[in-house]
């Protein structure tokens, strides 16, 4: 290997994470945007509208803003700690972001067979994006503890609980998937769901759709389950202490959180880059799945300008006590279909390999 | 040449990170070390192409086991000075044993015996680990797999028994009862 | 590396490797023999649900569904016995006459923990948990019984460790209970991960986890590979020994003995070390046999550390469930002559030894469980002083126990202790049999003072009993044993030879 060649495949490499982290960035801006405009919609307000036309320029300004204010390291803080704790929250889902597939592309023929865009094409995608997305939690329970403030411990406290007990049934409603895909492929996945919207995984997975979107709400923090900031008890939650652009990063590692887990749902469960209805396929795939994400974000958007906040106890109880065993019966519902006689065969039209 | 390099990368920073989680003042520090022990680990998995165990050992270990680690490390206000009082006192002893187990794997490993099963070499991708690792546990090793989970059960029960405690003064919600509330609890007509 | 060498069995599954959805048909194993453990471990899972739509004044349903679930349990398994050995679970799980006598007295000793609990743990709160990791713990000796290769016995070793560090420390309000489950899980875990060594030393130079395979390549391994051999032998013995309480690993025994609930503490003395010494032949006479010289050695000098440290320990103590602990390891270290013999007379010998332990040291529990009454725990021997001349009954049964743990002849614990010493000195380990009747000598001395407190001592406190027939019949029937195996112990000694004789 030649260091041209190196050179290369490092370049090529660079592109690759860029052509992800560039547009994932530019998306965080205008979803807060978005979320501005369509609460105040919601809200019978105008939302942001001064800065540039239709306020469109109003998530540079903030950025700006928030990029030239002075950040304030508290002096009982834990300094090295305080200042890594944003990075490894935004960290992880940036990285998760390597193994999403945005669809599949011949590169207008140049290629004989069509590849998948993805940075890696994992065999265990969904694997890798559970694992990674789980160290989220070590940024918000660094910057709780980093802080040496009581409101941002309690903070970082909730947000662990929170985040631990909603994994577990976000997993199963995963193993739910692989049960039918058979594979921990996203791209596999994907596949093993098109032809139409009657093969999505929301139809016989629709109970475990919802867990998985809903717990993906709490994963994030998301409002109605934001306890983990709760203005009304623990005034900002585990960033109190922050200012500025370590500030910013962690917004940022939020909303990029919200668009890795509408990517998720919108593959494992709404088919990815399949068209609904197969004459659509003129449409690229990408536009598909990119368009299924943005509705599962304005459904984000929607959650929050609706819900009032749950109370922790409560939470804790959806999680455990409702969440759980839904997604331990639909389980046993689905493995006992795949080899009921009978049910094999209905529960085969969404198998890869069974049905049509 | 390269794989060899990594691997010397990961279980030299393995290495480097364990003695961190006993060489560090902080508690939480420890954590934090043993944390990346466990990466470097999972690292030194995928070189084994067993990608699938080393993804499981982030997400369960890194990803729930040291994050409840690090919660309690955390609550606890560990008292440090106790902490390392008798360490100094303990070293001669703990050090002699630790050497002598260094000592003893060492001296096995270099005679050559447990390199005698072949080296499986690469699968080069070909081989799906999850798969194979799938129909390995629900066969052959069908039934440790279920005293394993038969276990967990046990440590689930063993710990709510050791530790619920019905506190007299919290105040407790009873949903069914909330639920099939009818008016005639909740409101009574009184003639004025 | 298992998952790379496909074996045989599987080699028709692991045809295709397709990372598509493969409709995988598993092949439905051999479970047959294994249908007494589910039938256990489907009640406990019962037991724990039941229990919570139970009213407080019927928690003890819990204690006899237990009980009926061991004595089904039980049933099946002799019904399967009668088919002959069996196989199941791919060669995992091993059901032979030597396994179903160890059944015997596993589930025999459970439901007589069952019987002794059902009034200690009347007003607990947890019953029903109680109860349930009780027959998870059966469980998992019963499956360490039956184990033909390291995973199974593992596994089966660890659920049961594990329910006996939380019932250990049952009573959390005790301190004294918390300290002995907390001493008591530190060591223990440390023994797993010793034994895990040992195991992984066996593996890396065997290549395999089943017991007479990896004794094969083990027996064939050339001299490179000594070191490693030898300290899987260390380990192995090490980890074994700390289950069985032998010295110098018997630290947490007699923590863990006074801290537990006395139910728990009879259960402990009887169901674990039943399975900890199935294992222990098992490997021993399996894995081990090319180094039998070695093992010999490591084990004649540990068996008389035990002897001596359990029977000189025992001297001291006031209090009687702490020198019962001391009584065990005493006794473990007799057991271990029949271990050292390394026949089948010896191995014979070791169920003869535990089948007597059984009647007599439950009988024993169950009498000082009724001393327990208003505002005293029944545990000091003092509380003995004067039991003679109030319950003459009880007085009897108790020294019945007591002489027959010294082994006085024509009591059960005579022809234990005779076996195995016959079976040492059969062996040409005659020192060996005589430091052990020196010891056993000495240990009649701490038996025997107790009865002289029970007879010739004023009584000190007032005695009012709580009658409980059921006790009271546990009581007579160990007794009764006790005495019947004493007078009549042929029968005893041939059922256990022949279960023996299926593995040696």
Known sequence: MSWLDVAKTGGLWALEVLAIAVPVALSVAYITYMERRIIGWMQVRKGCNRVGPAGLLQPIADGIKLFLKETIIPTAANKFLFVAAPVMSLLPVL???????FGETTLFGLWKTAHVMAISNLNVGVLYVMAISSLGIYGILMAGWASNSKYAFLGAMRATCQMVSYEISMGFAIVSVLMLAGSLNLAEIVHAQQGGFWHWYLIPLFPMFLVYFISGVAETNRSPFDLTEGESEIVAGFFVEYSGMWFATFSLAEYAAMILISLMTSIMFLGGWDAPLPFLDFIPGTVWLLGKTAFLIFVFIWFRATFPRYRYDQLMRLGWKVFLPVTLVWIAVIGAAIYTPGLSEVIGFWRPGGGS | MLELGFFYLFAGLAVVAALGVITARNPVHSVMWLIFCFFNAAGLFFLLDAEFIGILLILVYV???????????MMLHVNLAALREGFLRYLPLGGAIAAALLAEIVAAGFSGVFTRVPNPGHSGGQVNNTVEIGKVLYTKYLLGFEVAAVILLVALVGAVVLTIR????????NIAR?????????LRKVRM | MAAYHADDMLAWMLGDAGRGAVMTTFPMPNIAPLIPEMVVAAAAMAILLWDLFLP???????????MITCAGALALTLKLAAGGPAQAFYGYFTLDAFAVYAKLLIYGGTILAVVLSMDYMKGEPHTGEYYSLLLFGTLGMTLMASAPNFVTMYLGLELMALCTYVLVGYQRDVLRSSEAALKYFILGSLASGVLLYGISFVYGVSGSFDFAAAGQAIAHAGPDARLAVMLALVFLLAGLCFKVSVAPFHMWTPDAYEGAPT??????????????LVVFIRVLDDVLPGLKADYTTILSWLAVLTMAVGNLAAIGQRNIKRMLAYSTIGHIGFVMLGLIAANADGYAGVLVYLTVYLFMNMGAFAIIILMRREGIQGELLDDFAGLGRVRPGYALAMTLFLFSLAGIPFLGGFWAKYVVFIAAVEAGHLYLALIALLFSAVGAFYYIRVVKYIYFDEERVAFNFIENPLMQATVAVTAIAVVALGLFPGPMIAICKSAIAGVI
Not at chain 2, 63 to 73: N, P
Not at chain 2, 166 to 173: E, G, L, P, S, V
Not at chain 3, 56 to 66: M, Q
């Open chain 3, 56 to 66: 407080r004044e019927r928690k003890h349903w819990s204690a006899w569904a237990a």
């Open chain 1, 95 to 101: 990285v998760a972001f390597a193994v999403v597939p």
């Open chain 2, 166 to 173: 019905k506190r007299k003064d919290a105040k407790y919600q």
């Open chain 3, 263 to 276: 139910p728990i503490t009879a259960f402990m003395s009887i169901g674990p070390k039943v399975a900890g």
């Open chain 2, 178 to 186: 909330q639920v099939a509330v009818k008016p005639s609890e909740r």
């Open chain 2, 63 to 73: 990803g729930a086991v040291m994050v409840l680690f690090m919660f309690v490390v």
